[in-house]
């Protein structure tokens, strides 16, 4: 990838976008293999002088391929929270759009979804490039179609009475062939549902841990629209997920007319203040890095993580992921172990900070369950430091 094509607009092929964030990024968040622990690369976030959209396009093809095979599949539920999501989801869609209806899944992760749409009696197919998928849904494979590769036009030649592409088209270097892929996809009496997260957030919050390597589109409301009028889908209806963080999409096959410019781009100028705010902290703290841990291996907490100077990085991650029990998170400053939680590896921990910000009334519980005596901190961008939950 030349420098130049680096300047270009995926939504509407504008030149000359600038930078407006630029940060080293680990490029896994979790990993099995040691040798995977040295890999970074940069991300450089420009903004479209045209239409306002923010974009990172400084990966190679290969390299985001690599990626999406070798990550470890992050989206099991393991709280409560996550269950619910589930449930609010398919309240949001309605039984009637699922039930007895065949559904196409763009993205499956570790199955979590297709399982739920199936008990539903859907007639479900995935496709997900994870080579996982097939052994995480073990003996529930027979009634789920697997597609195990990665989608996009030409991937299927059929339609769908609905399409589901949850948290995924953000990642998607070229995502205007890909999201007309999925426009393709859908019936003419069908739907799609696409779930994204909100550069809203991020520009309100400073939420620099949401801006990472597997990220290359943060969209806008008027990003969002123009990229499913561009494939054939008008906007019904969306709901909120995690305090706007996120935000699911219902959408039906149409042409609606939108406005190719954003009249009011996000700025994201409070990124880089509350990154330093974290960084200036972090430089200060003197806690044992072996009686220190960060909990939740999430694209979070292990962006959090990147912060720690070399030598001064907790040596464990503790995250309630079975998937991730043994396998390692990294940084700049180092390499963590995650472990379970448990009443001894707490006692052998004098902080936690809490990286899956999200969830940390759940968490806190958890320690306070456990009798966890020492220091919790947040780390939640929505504050304006590093700060003491107990």
Not at 105 to 110: D, L, R
Not at 210 to 223: I, K, P
Not at 236 to 244: E, F, P, S
Request: charged fraction near 25%.
């Amino acid at each position: 990838m030349t420098d130049a094509s680096t300047e270009i607009c995926p939504l509407c092929e504008a030149d000359g976008a600038r930078v407006v964030y630029e940060t080293r990024a680990q490029m896994f968040w979790v990993v099995a293999d040691p040798a995977l622990t040295d890999r970074f690369a940069t991300v450089r976030l420009r903004q479209c002088r045209d239409c306002g959209h923010v974009f990172n396009r400084e990966l190679a093809a290969e390299t985001i391929s690599e990626i999406y095979r070798r990550q470890t599949a992050t989206n099991r539920p393991v709280s409560a929270d996550m269950h619910k999501r589930y449930d609010t989801l398919i309240d949001f869609l309605g039984r009637g759009r699922l039930a007895g209806k065949r559904i196409l899944e763009v993205g499956g992760g570790t199955g979590s979804l297709a399982r739920l749409l199936a008990d539903l009696g859907a007639d479900v197919t995935v496709v997900e490039p994870n080579d996982d998928l097939p052994a995480l849904l073990g003996d529930q494979a027979g009634r789920i179609r697997v597609i195990n590769d990665f989608f996009g036009p030409g991937t299927l030649d059929e339609t769908f009475d609905g399409v589901i592409c949850r948290q995924v088209i953000e990642h998607i270097a070229d995502v205007r062939p890909f999201v007309r892929a999925l426009g393709a996809a859908v019936g003419s009496d069908g739907f799609a549902y696409v779930e994204v997260p909100t550069l809203e957030f991020i520009a309100a919050s400073g939420a620099y841990m949401e801006v990472h390597v597997q990220h290359l589109h943060y969209f806008d409301e008027a990003s969002r629209r123009r990229l499913l009028a561009d494939a054939g889908l008008v906007v019904a209806a969306g709901h909120d997920i995690l305090q706007g963080h996120d935000v699911g999409i219902l959408a039906h096959p149409g042409r609606p007319d939108v406005p190719s410019r954003n009249p009011a781009p996000s700025r994201i100028d409070l990124v880089v203040e509350r990154r330093r705010a974290h960084q200036d902290f972090l430089a200060a703290f003197d806690g044992d890095p072996g009686r220190t841990a960060v909990y939740g291996a999430t694209s979070q907490g292990v962006t959090f993580y990147n912060l720690f100077a070399e030598g001064a990085a907790p040596t464990r991650f503790v995250d309630d992921n079975p998937d991730y029990a043994g396998r390692l998170a990294y940084g700049a400053g180092g390499k963590a172990v995650i472990q379970p939680r448990s009443p001894g590896l707490l006692d052998g921990l004098d902080h936690v900070f809490v990286g899956a910000y999200h969830h940390q009334p759940a968490i806190a519980a958890k320690l306070d369950a456990d009798g966890f005596r020492g220091t919790v901190w947040s780390t939640d961008p929505r504050r304006p430091g590093i700060e003491r939950v107990r």
